[in-house]
């Protein structure tokens, strides 16, 4: 859930797949972990790069072999609570791959329930590097919680990796 900040910090995706493991390292340390970093990473470096929705599953597939093949509508009704990167990772996706917008990918995440803030982070993390947005109103909302040094940490990260388009919207 912490990694997607690689997918937009590196710019070719073995160096992203590196990095996303030594982030995964320090926290999981163990093979599951680390692939769902890297799954991850990489997704939102495809989606950053404009990759559409097709190819982004088809490699993540072929890369990890995770299966995408299903909709957040069949998930849903089984979904529990599970803390493995198995369990979370792919879910997560597809809460993305079936989504309109960020905000739907977030809301589709949080609707399979379980540990929700992992998925929506993990879909938003894509969602956010796909969509290139984030409504306004969110970004207030999120404004009010951080302390204005984390605040300027985020802005410093956009300034430096992000979407141009968000940018303007976090200042």
């Not at 970093?37 to 559409?52: H, P, R, S, T, Y």
């Not at 299966?67 to 957040?72: A, E, H, K």
């Not at 947005?133 to 985020?154: D, G, K, Y």
């Not at 990796?161 to 200042?171: M, R």
């Amino acid at each position: 859930m912490r990694v997607s900040p690689v997918g937009f910090a590196f710019d070719d995706d073995h160096t992203v797949l590196r990095e996303a493991a030594k982030t995964a390292e320090i926290t999981h340390n163990h093979p599951e972990g680390i692939k769902g970093a890297q799954a991850i990473a990489l997704a939102v470096f495809l989606a950053k790069n404009g990759e559409d929705k097709p190819s982004i599953r088809k490699r993540i597939q072929e890369t990890f072999g995770y299966d995408l093949s299903r909709t957040i509508d069949e998930i849903r009704p089984g979904y529990a609570f599970n803390i493995s990167c198995r369990g979370t990772v792919p879910e997560a996706i597809i809460a993305f791959l079936d989504s309109v917008s960020f905000e739907d990918a977030v809301r589709n995440a949080i609707s399979l329930g379980g540990d929700s803030d992992t998925l929506a982070c993990i879909a938003g993390g894509i969602a956010e590097a796909y969509y290139r947005e984030v409504p306004t109103v969110i970004l207030r909302e999120v404004r009010t919680h951080l302390t204005p040094h984390l605040w300027s940490l985020a802005v410093g990260f956009y300034q430096q990796f992000g979407i141009p388009e968000l940018i303007e919207k976090i200042g």
